[in-house]
């Protein structure tokens, strides 16, 4: 017994001794790894404080200590029989600095799998070195600010199973190290490429793909052309996703099946959706979503018993929304907003038992659909049936009880109901309600108190609404952050409206508030960030104690009396649109923060613009209508702005050549001031200067043509009429406008369209009278150089200009003839060559012009016959007078034949214009259940209104389908 005791204890100490020894001197303990590793960590700083995600970062190697054995250290995985550093995993551990080229890590070639994600390595060159570590099987740098091209020498990871680059917006794959890749790495399942560019990469080289690849994701990274369809055919494909804009997605239309379980177009040119797709039975993720497709969604997709997410919104889907899709047992997540679906609400909606978000917004279904049928719904969280006009919603019981414990958003905009619905008082768990946009004219303030948890509840267009015992309602909503009840007949303040004490937005635009807002009456249980009282009746506003507010509009209002100085938090403040009297104080410009936004347009303000308001980092200065004067002030280089308008004010003096200094100004417009000095050429380097305004001012000289051919190539709209400039049309110009040459591809918008709080708005002759546009689309081209002194002919390069609407030479001192080139500008609305010089005759090209709507010609020295046919047999005698050598239609002189002119077709003349702007109906997102709007309700006439133009106006609705088909 007691040689089994001395047996035991010389046992015990014999591996004591010998697991020490391996601790100091066996591979175990590999010492040169665990130096590499310390020279690694000290090539970094540590900054947890940049991360979004700071509760999931964890600084690991603040727990390295040099010395100690570095396979016990957080993140690092050693082998257990020969002590190499296998595994290395610093993701989210707050590393920031340069990544050098030279690193220590690459010395580490034992490891098999490296992640450095979600870390910051300052947009560092990403190291060819990363190709010496020839052992790894997982390599992720995701998130971690690489930047420059992926070297090639990446391609010689030929273990690699798991690669992932994603979201290094940075980096670059070009094509021949995509090549490389793919013919190399034959054991790899997992590539993520999201946000890498590959705009080089030929979509075919992924048919070189490894057979094993099960994930595939390349959302956002430039893929260009047609996507191979035989990719879908890969045998272990379980993921896949891409988006963009330039790629052409066509999958299988038989065979087609397999493992796939997620599936992401998203973004991309599909077009069809074939009945292949109720194949992949696995399918619990797909999103189609933005793709183009078109026609009935496949009743196939009944098949996919097993899906649990299913996006296909933002489509032009037409037909019946299928009842196949409401039998999903599994669906969790529909999304079909923004569809052209038709029809009813099915029946099934009430089985969805595992519906989180349902979404059918934004098409065009009809018929009474019973809220009672979705009590079912247990799980339901998100219900949004807006944009859905023809829709009628109904309550079987105003007192029925609803078990919809989870639902917390509800939108019901724009679906032309009358009624509040009863349910919504029930439904305590809500925190968001959208009932905007509809015809409700009475609540009960009552209707609210049980939603303890709302946060956000919207009324707004709901005139003539009447809200109940609203001013008697003293409940308090603790996470009530957004109110907005903007068009809701509103007359004055009530207790509810100020003494919610967490209030973040309130909108009560466009209502009848009147009179003083005071001190005392501001004087509300929070301060709100963001404030929209414009479009009321308030004469005076003490808004000072809100010490929050970013966003004020007061714009459209009464107020009388000098400009107060807004809370120093302000970021956006506009009082356009009021009586204010006396000059801007020069407390403006000793804000908290950097104002954004400034709009005191259309005022009784004088005086001169205080010289600090330039060297602030303003994006928008707009004092136009006002009574400024004296000279505009310098612009310090780090100035930030992007709209400046002092139209209609009496400025004098020459421009500030600090203009220049305006890098990211898009629209100036200085027009109807008295400023007097020659053009300003140097304004041309500006690289995003979109409209250039001079008009009515005492500008003069020559436009010198310049050997740079590069002067304002984004320019759109420039109007330099009513000057005095002289001399040459100038040619150069004319070549460098591109803005006025490629807007046929331009994406329908408007300009400015990044601010929600202000739009860019200009003045233009257009067809004989003044307009002003308070929007100004992107497709909008003109160029107005009338009423100056110009000389010489019309430059044939003017008909390089093909998106031009608007042309305007007129009164100035032009000779020679019509240029035929003219008949190249294929959008051309509006032609005003009259009170020149010019002579010959007028070119039957110009009858190519199929959307011209207004030509004058008058006053000019041209002879022969008047050209016929097409647009022109629309014209009268107004177009021609003053041309005493013109014959023919419609003047009274006759050419030696008689015999009128074929009828002019209302198709012709009133079916399109080259963009919808004469103002037809140019679809623009304006209103209820509309993808676009309509351009004509932001036309107001300045000047005179003849019947023609009326009519034109009258006839909108019945021009706008085929051209703006063809432009789309």
């Given at each position: ?6 047996q ?6 014999s ?18 790894q665990s130096f ?9 700083s ?20 040099e ?8 993140g ?15 993701s989210?551990?707050c590393?920031?600095g ?47 600010g ?16 798991s ?23 034959t054991?790899?399942r ?16 992924f ?45 299988p ?25 109720g ?49 999903l ?9 923004s569809n ?19 979404d059918l ?11 009672d049928?979705l ?32 639902l917390?958003?509800?939108n ?26 509809n ?23 709901n ?9 008697n ?10 109110l ?7 007359t ?14 309130l ?9 003083q ?46 400009l ?31 104002i954004l ?23 928008v ?15 310090s280089v780090?100035?930030t ?14 421009l500030?050549k ?6 990211f ?18 304004l ?8 250039l305004?001079?008009r ?12 740079n051919?590069?002067h ?12 005095e ?47 002003e546009?308070?929007r100004?689309?992107?497709?909008f ?11 010489g002919?019309v430059p044939?390069?003017v ?15 032009l ?24 002579v010959?005759g007028?070119p ?33 005698n107004?177009?021609?007078v ?6 023919g ?6 050419c ?7 009828p ?13 702007l ?14 676009f709007?309509?351009?004509a ?20 609705g ?11």
């Amino acid at each position: 017994m007691k040689g089994c005791v001395i047996q035991s204890c010389l046992v015990f100490f014999s591996v004591f001794f010998a697991f020490n020894s391996c601790a100091l001197t066996s591979p175990s303990f590999p010492r040169d790894q665990s130096f590499a590793l310390i020279q690694f960590n000290n090539s970094f700083s540590i900054d947890c404080s940049s991360s979004s995600y700071s509760t999931v970062y964890e600084a690991k190697t603040m727990s390295w200590k040099e010395g100690t054995n570095c396979c016990l250290w957080d993140g690092v995985t050693c082998d257990a029989d020969t002590g190499n550093v296998i595994g290395l995993d610093l993701s989210c551990s707050c590393l920031a600095g340069h990544f050098p080229s030279n690193s220590t890590l690459f010395l580490l070639r034992h490891l098999q799998e490296l992640n450095l994600a979600y870390n910051d390595f300052s947009m560092t060159p990403m190291a060819s070195q990363f190709g010496e570590l020839t052992g790894l099987t997982h390599l992720n740098i995701s998130e971690s600010g690489f930047s420059g091209k992926i070297p090639f020498e990446i391609s010689h990871l030929s273990k690699l199973l798991s690669f992932d680059l994603s979201a290094n917006y940075g980096l670059m794959l070009e094509g021949h190290v995509f090549e490389s890749m793919a013919g190399n790495l034959t054991q790899l399942r997992h590539l993520v490429l999201s946000g890498v560019n590959m705009s080089s990469v030929e979509p075919a080289s992924f048919l070189n793909m490894s057979s094993y690849i099960t994930t595939l994701a390349l959302e956002g990274s430039g893929l260009q052309g047609k996507f191979p369809e035989h990719v879908f055919h890969f045998p272990h494909l379980e993921k896949f996703s891409v988006w963009g804009s330039d790629l052409e997605v066509k999958f299988p239309k038989t065979n087609w099946s397999g493992p796939l379980k997620s599936l992401r177009v998203s973004h991309s040119y599909l077009q069809e959706l074939p009945d292949s797709i109720g194949s992949f039975r696995p399918l619990e993720v797909l999103d189609l979503s933005f793709s183009n497709l078109r026609g009935p969604i496949p009743a196939s997709l009944a098949n996919l018993t097993q899906l649990k997410y299913l996006d296909l919104s933002n489509n032009n889907h037409t037909g019946l929304l299928p009842f196949c899709l409401f039998s999903l047992p599994s669906l969790g997540v529909m999304q079909l907003r923004s569809n052209k679906l038709t029809g009813p609400i099915p029946d099934p909606v009430s089985q969805f038992v595992n519906l989180i978000s349902l979404d059918l917004s934004s098409n065009d279904l009809s018929g009474s659909f019973e809220l009672d049928k979705l009590s079912n719904l247990s799980q339901l969280r998100i219900l949004d049936l807006s944009n859905n006009p023809l829709l009628s919603l109904s309550s079987a019981s105003s007192n029925a009880t609803y078990s919809l414990p989870n639902l917390w958003s509800l939108n019901l905009s724009c679906c032309n109901t009358s009624e509040f619905p009863n349910f919504v008082r029930n439904l305590q768990g809500l925190e968001d309600i959208d009932l905007s946009h509809n015809k409700i004219r009475f609540i009960e303030a009552n209707m609210f108190v049980k939603l303890k948890s709302l946060r956000s509840l919207d009324l707004s267009h709901n005139t003539p609404l009447s809200i109940n015992n609203i001013n008697n309602l003293t409940l308090v909503f603790p996470g009530l952050s957004n109110l907005m009840f903007s068009s809701c007949n509103i007359t004055e303040f009530s207790n509810f409206l100020t003494t919610q004490e967490g209030l973040f937005k309130l909108d009560l635009s466009n209502n009848s508030i009147q009179g003083q807002i005071t001190k005392q009456e501001t004087n509300w249980g929070s301060s709100p960030i963001y404030l929209d009282l414009s479009n009321n009746l308030l004469t005076a506003v003490e808004y000072s104690s809100w010490e929050n507010l970013q966003v004020l509009n007061l714009g459209s209002n009464l107020l009388e009396g000098p400009l107060l100085p807004p809370p120093p938090s302000i970021m956006v403040l506009i009082i356009s649109n009021n009586r204010l009297t006396g000059e801007i104080p020069t407390s403006m410009c000793t804000f908290e923060y950097e104002i954004l936004v400034l709009d005191i347009s259309h005022n009784n303000l004088s005086g001169e613009i205080p010289k600090c308001l330039s060297s602030t980092l303003l994006h928008v200065l707009d004092l136009h209508m006002n009574h400024f004067h004296g000279n505009i002030p310098p612009f310090s280089v780090e100035n930030t702005l992007r709209k400046l308008n002092l139209n209609n004010n009496d400025f004098d003096g020459p421009l500030p050549k600090s203009l220049a200094n305006c890098h990211f100004l898009e629209v100036l417009n200085l027009g109807n001031n008295k400023i007097n000095d020659t053009f300003p050429h140097w304004l041309g380097t500006l690289p995003q200067l979109q409209v250039l305004i001079l008009r009515s001012n005492h500008f003069h000289g020559q436009l010198i043509n310049l050997e740079n051919g590069s002067h304002f190539s984004t320019l759109q709209i420039l109007d330099l009429s009513h000057n005095e400039f002289s001399g040459l049309l100038p040619t150069t110009y004319f070549k460098s406008f591109q803005g006025m040459m490629s807007l046929a591809n331009v994406q329908m918008g408007y300009i400015g369209d990044g601010s929600s709080y202000y739009h860019d708005s200009v003045v233009v002759t257009m067809k004989g009278v003044d307009l002003e546009l308070e929007r100004i689309l992107t497709i909008f081209a003109t160029l107005d150089m009338s009423s100056n002194r110009f000389e010489g002919t019309v430059p044939e390069t003017v008909g390089n200009l093909v998106s031009l609407q608007v042309l305007n030479f007129s009164h100035n001192h032009l000779i020679g003839h019509i240029p035929s080139s003219l008949g190249n500008l294929a959008a051309l609305e509006s032609l005003d060559l009259s009170c020149n010089k010019l002579v010959g005759g007028i070119p039957s090209q110009l009858t190519a012009l199929n959307f011209l709507e207004w030509l004058n010609l008058s006053e000019n020295h041209l002879v022969g016959l008047i050209p016929q046919g097409k647009q022109f047999n629309t014209f009268l005698n107004d177009s021609y007078v003053g041309n005493p050598g013109l014959c023919g239609f419609p003047v009274s002189k006759g050419c030696g034949h008689s015999g009128p002119p074929p009828p002019a077709t209302s198709v012709e003349h009133e079916s399109d214009s080259a963009f919808g702007l004469d103002w037809k109906f140019v679809m623009m997102g304006y209103g209820c259940g509309m993808v676009f709007g309509f351009s004509a309700g932001y036309i107001m006439m300045t000047i005179r209104k003849p019947k023609w133009l009326v009519g034109m106006i009258q006839r909108a609705g019945n021009k706008v389908v085929r051209r703006f088909k063809k432009y789309r």
